[in-house]
């Protein structure tokens, strides 16, 4: 769990009281805390699934984050997992002149974050990356 390090982070309710929500979190990490294939196999391994070998065997979709290509990772846990989440959606954003990679990350129950997908998605392509320092 890197919500210490997160810059943002913000819950998102399920419908009902009760229903559980979905945590969104903006955490920017520089290439020295380990690089990008460590951590989806941390997230691959949250939701139950087999861990990779290269970054080019996880499915990514791409979009766009202040006019810079970014990619989407969709995880979902197997129906018999027991796993720490249900479904976690991350946003990479490398930002080469900067040394680092934002992640964009929604973790929590498989309804909550299917539900929210489109609006976070939407979120994450409406920053903006300003100031001195690109952030």
Known sequence: D???????????????????????????????AGGILPNINRWRNQVGLELIKTIE????????????PAGLIDLASPQDASAKFDRILV???????EDRTWFFKMTGPGDIVTRHKQSFVAFVE?????????E
């Open 91 to 97: 946003v990479l954003v490398p930002r080469v002149q």
């Open 126 to 134: 409406s920053v903006r990356f300003g100031g001195p320092s690109g």
């Open 2 to 32: 890197n919500s210490g390090m997160a810059m943002a982070l913000f819950d998102v309710p399920g419908e009902s009281e009760g229903s559980g929500t979905a945590r969104v979190s903006v955490t920017p990490l520089t290439s020295k």
């Open 57 to 68: 065997e996880q499915p990514m979709t791409g979009v766009q984050v202040d006019q810079s």
